[in-house]
């Protein structure tokens, strides 16, 4: 996902500062994953009682099979006691785990980078194709790779989340 940057936003990133543009944006981009997490809890909470009516109903569905569930061991009932609750914590949890990584994205700070652009491709079965440059010794992940020449000298402006996710905020080539 990237960032169009305008001139304002360079301006503001060469004066050390995230723009209130580049500001919104980010804000968006947390509320989006905030939202997304909200989606997928209400879709576990809706299916979730489905999912449990049709395993009770089979488990009670002949005789031979009320015998069975009856005669369980009090540790079988426990562990499907506690499979819902399992299953809902497990939830939760990647929640608060999402939120907490949108805010500390939140609270990046803008950095800098500057040198000869060298210009890679990466190739992962899981995420697809990804692009990175080298600007002398720093490393930094971008998705503008047709916006930059290679050899070129550029300054660039970035912020790294806590994760070590690159967002190019905008650059500048240099003569």
């Given amino acids: 996902?990237?960032?169009?940057?305008?001139?304002?936003?360079?301006?503001?990133?060469?004066?050390?500062?995230?723009?209130?543009?580049?500001?919104?944006?980010?804000?968006k981009n947390v509320t989006t994953a905030g939202n997304f997490s909200k989606v997928t809890l209400w879709i576990v909470l809706a299916f979730f009682p489905i999912l449990l009516c049709f395993i009770v109903s089979l488990l009670f569905s002949n005789e031979s099979m009320r015998g069975v569930?009856?005669?369980?061991?009090?540790?079988?009932?426990?562990?499907?006691?506690?499979?819902?609750?399992?299953?809902?914590?497990?939830?939760g949890v990647g929640m608060y785990i999402s939120r907490r990584r949108a805010e500390n994205?939140?609270?990046s700070r803008l950095l800098v980078a500057t040198g000869k652009a060298k210009l890679h491709t990466t190739h992962n079965a899981r995420w697809g194709t990804g692009y990175y440059?080298?600007?002398?010794d720093t490393k930094i992940g971008i998705v503008w790779k047709d916006k930059f020449e290679e050899d070129e000298r550029y300054k660039v402006y970035y912020c790294k989340s806590p994760e070590g996710y690159d967002f190019l905020m905008s650059f500048e080539k240099l003569s």
């Fill in 105 to 107: 994205f939140l609270e």
């Fill in 133 to 136: 440059m080298m600007l002398d």
């Fill in 69 to 91: 569930v009856m005669s369980a061991s009090p540790a079988a009932w426990v562990v499907m006691c506690l499979a819902p609750l399992f299953i809902i914590g497990s939830v």
């Fill in 1 to 27: 996902m990237g960032f169009e940057f305008t001139n304002e936003d360079l301006r503001f990133n060469q004066q050390g500062v995230i723009s209130p543009r580049q500001k919104e944006w980010m804000q």
